[in-house]
């Protein structure tokens, strides 16, 4: 990821993914089974298996343990830390029209969540 855009929209991708395809993507990535990706987050491979087959939700935590793991595949290794210091050094009038982009993000994201609760 080259650039503050790139990161944004890998960022923005993971918060309205369903959470099995979250799975899947970090398994796929880093090269885990089931039982990898479980010691990893630390569940049962059968709490895994149910996440998967859309049987049970992952808890927010554990949606943020998987974001993890996809980022740490990622060539630069982008945190999220680096993403919020880009964030608060983007310029308030050149770059309003990403940080309106970012706020209808973070407000569309509150909105799912609340209804998923």
Known sequence: MNNLYEII???YTM???ESSELIKLAMSRASLNQAGIAKKIGKSQ???SKYLAGLSTPSQEVIIHIVNIISECE???VKPLDIFIQIHQLDPESDHDLLTALMRMVKAYK???NRAQ
């Open 111 to 113: 909105v799912a969540l």
């Open 15 to 17: 918060l309205f993914v």
């Open 9 to 11: 929209t890998f960022y």
């Open 75 to 77: 060539a630069d290794d």
């Open 46 to 48: 059968a709490q895994v």
